[in-house]
């Protein structure tokens, strides 16, 4: 295969990424997960060393190249390194791009820098108990006044909850007339309120804060709106083709690791007096793993390269994400599976790898909902067959 085209500095990143993860991150893993919560001197510190945002320009602190491909280095080596419940990049570019998208310059003088050194961790708010992937479900609101907005509602399942200091909030103001008549709120740490429910307790990714929010009556003064009242919805829908890339480069790396770990233990482990990996069975296995994994690598540096260039659609990224996230379950359930009783066992990594893969066919649209997206664009009349496209 032709190799995955990473610059040279690209390459040199990743290098330093990996050493700072070794020496900044994977050694409190551990303690965090025990606690529910990765420490904010982790964002603090991949700030001070240009870890956490690359992609802003230098006048905010960052180094101005918008490659997604330091992304996918930092989203792969963090994945990699089992260190996927610290979510850098949900606050560095999943988060972030929205204030560069459809904030002010005076918002993101305000914000970004703070952000770029990990002292402004920042967070988005969608999901409510009755609205998941279907926003119109959606049931906090509010109501403009002469000089702020007053917020009402709650939101539940917020990655970064319980550390962010800057929440986007997604609310209808003008339910009557209008369910995707939406605004996006920023909400500051201290206002009056806001308030944090409890630090949920999940099946993996346990030292990710996942947290209910609650706003009473919060004043959200008129300059932390994001871009124009009303366009809410339009600006979340711009975002969810890089919100799934980025879910996907780390689903397949997740799987890439669960692979690795499963080939070191079949070569290693003996069965019926010779390694697991002699047997007919354990072969076919992985090598249909090996093969569904450098498939679904080719397609997602595809996806990248698309949306560098401007041009990832909805569907692809659907495509990507609906491919990726099942096959991270996939690939670690093949390692607990040829890990035997060992598998089952905290001590060994692939159990983690196995709790923390289930939620990615959930979260950021389930497959249920890629597949109606996919669909809609494969069997519309806008159908074009194979072999009429222009390659």
């Not at 103001?173 to 944090?196: A, L, S, W, Y």
């Not at 990710?208 to 959200?220: C, G, P, S, Y």
């Not at 950021?364 to 072999?387: H, Q, W």
Request: net charge negative; aromatic share 10%.
């Amino acid at each position: 295969m032709l190799p995955r085209a990473f610059t040279e500095e690209q390459q040199m990143f990743r290098d330093a990424y990996r050493k700072f993860l070794a020496a900044e991150i994977v050694p409190h893993m551990e303690s965090w997960r025990d606690q529910g919560r990765v420490d904010r001197s982790a964002f603090e510190a991949a700030g001070a060393q240009g870890f956490l945002m690359v992609w802003p320009d230098e006048a905010y602190g960052g180094m101005g190249d918008d490659d997604f491909r330091f992304e996918q280095v930092i989203i792969e080596e963090t994945a990699y390194a089992r260190c996927g419940d610290w979510y850098n990049t949900l606050h560095s570019r999943l988060v972030g791009p929205y204030l560069t998208r459809f904030g002010n310059e005076e918002q993101r003088q305000r914000f970004l820098p703070k952000a770029v050194r990990g002292e402004c961790i920042m967070a988005i708010a969608m999901t409510e108990p009755d609205a998941g992937s279907d926003l119109a479900g959606m049931r906090t609101t509010a109501v403009e006044h002469d000089d702020h907005w007053v917020l009402n509602g709650s939101k539940t399942y917020i990655s970064n909850g319980i550390n962010a200091d800057l929440v986007f909030v997604a609310a209808k103001t003008d339910p009557e007339n209008n369910p995707h008549h939406m605004t996006i709120f920023m909400v500051e740490r201290g206002m009056g309120g806001f308030e944090r429910g409890r630090n949920l307790k999940k099946m993996g990714l346990k030292a990710q804060d996942t947290a209910e929010l609650f706003f009473n009556d919060v004043k959200i003064p008129k300059a932390n709106v994001l871009g124009e009242a009303g366009r809410g919805f339009i600006y979340l829908m711009e975002g969810l083709a890089e919100e799934r890339l980025i879910g996907a480069v780390g689903y397949l790396a997740a799987a890439q690791l669960s692979w690795d770990l499963t080939y070191d233990y079949v070569r290693q482990r003996k069965v019926f007096g010779k390694a697991l990996a002699a047997h007919q069975n354990t072969q076919f296995k992985m090598a249909e793993m090996r093969t569904e994994l450098d498939l679904a690598q080719s397609y997602v540096d595809q996806c990248v390269a698309a949306f560098n260039a401007g041009q990832l659609s909805a569907v692809d990224a659907a495509k990507a994400k609906l491919v990726t996230s099942e096959l991270q379950v996939s690939a670690a359930d093949l390692g607990v599976q040829m890990h035997g009783g060992a598998g089952y066992m905290d001590e060994y990594p692939i159990s983690r790898q196995f709790t923390d893969a289930r939620i990615s066919p959930i979260y950021a649209g389930t497959s249920e909902v890629m597949k109606i997206i996919i669909s809609r664009d494969c069997l519309s009349d806008d159908y074009v067959p194979f072999n009429t496209r222009n390659f």
